[in-house]
T-cell receptor, first 113, second 116 residues
C-alpha cells in the first residue's frame, strides 16, 4: 500500500545518456512535484503538475522534461545527462496547491559517470 | 520570496532527553504552512508535523511538538524522550498560498544524533 512510489531506486549511467524516472501515487492527490536533493542535501523544487497541467517550472534546464499521463503519474525524462545531474530526485504529491501536506516518494539516486 | 533558515548543522542529544531543533522563516504572505520532515540514513522523506500560520495552538504529534512563535518567525521542532531511531536529518519547510502554487521551500537541514 505504498503511497508514493518511484522507479528505479538507483540509476547509474554514463554522461550523455538519456534516462527516465517514474513516479506513481495512490493517494488520489491532484498535485505532484519533482524535487532535487543535491550532494549537500539541499532540496529544491523542479516542477509541479496539477491535474496533468504544468504549473511550476523552476528554471530547470530544458534537458529535463516532465510528463504527466494522468494525475496519478508524473515521470521525469532527462536528456544528455551531465555530471552535475548526479543527485537524489524525489517525487511528491499533495491534495491541492495550498497548504496541504506533501508526501514524498522514496527517492531515486542518480549517479552520472 | 520565502526563506527558511536552520542554523544548527548538527545536534547531539542523550537518549530519553528532549531536544529542540531551530527553524526561522521569512515570508510576506500572511497565509503559510510550516512543516518538518525527517530524513533517516535510508534516504526517504518522512512528514512529521504541520503548523498553519493562523493556528492558535502549537501543533503536536506524539513525541513531536512545534514551538510556533509567529512574532519571532520561528517554528522550532521539539522532540521529547529521544530515541536512537530519531537519529536522522531534519528539514524545516514552508508553503505559502498564491503564486508559489504550493511549492515547499526547505531549510538546510539539521543532523540529529542520539547517543545511548
Amino acid at each position: 500500500d505504498t503511497a508514493v512510489s518511484q522507479t528505479p531506486k538507483y540509476l547509474v549511467t554514463q554522461m550523455g545518456n538519456d534516462k527516465s524516472i517514474k513516479c506513481e501515487q495512490n493517494l488520489g492527490h491532484d498535485t505532484m512535484y519533482w524535487y532535487k536533493q543535491d550532494s549537500k542535501k539541499f532540496l529544491k523544487i523542479m516542477f509541479s503538475y496539477n491535474n496533468k497541467e504544468l504549473i511550476i517550472n523552476e528554471t530547470v534546464p530544458n534537458r529535463f522534461s516532465p510528463k504527466s499521463p494522468d494525475k496519478a503519474h508524473l515521470n521525469l525524462h532527462i536528456n544528455s545527462l551531465e555530471l552535475g545531474d548526479s543527485a537524489v530526485y524525489f517525487c511528491a504529491s499533495s491534495q491541492g496547491q495550498g497548504l496541504e501536506t506533501q508526501y514524498f516518494g522514496p527517492g531515486t539516486r542518480l549517479l552520472v559517470l | 520570496a520565502q526563506k527558511i533558515t536552520q542554523t544548527q548543522p548538527g545536534m547531539f542529544v542523550q537518549e530519553k532527553e528532549a531536544v529542540t531543533l531551530d527553524c526561522t522563516y521569512d515570508t510576506s504572505d500572511p497565509s503559510y504552512g510550516l512543516f518538518w520532515y525527517k530524513q533517516p540514513s535510508s534516504g526517504e522523506m518522512i512528514f512529521l508535523i504541520y503548523q498553519g500560520s493562523y493556528d492558535q495552538q502549537n501543533a503536536t504529534e506524539g513525541r513531536y511538538s512545534l514551538n510556533f512563535q509567529k512574532a519571532r518567525k520561528s517554528a522550532n521542532l521539539v522532540i521529547s524522550a529521544s530515541q536512537l531511531g530519531d537519529s536522522a536529518m531534519y528539514f524545516c519547510a514552508m508553503r505559502v498560498t498564491g503564486t508559489s502554487y504550493g511549492k515547499l521551500t526547505f531549510g538546510q537541514g539539521t543532523i540529529l544524533t542520539v547517543h545511548p
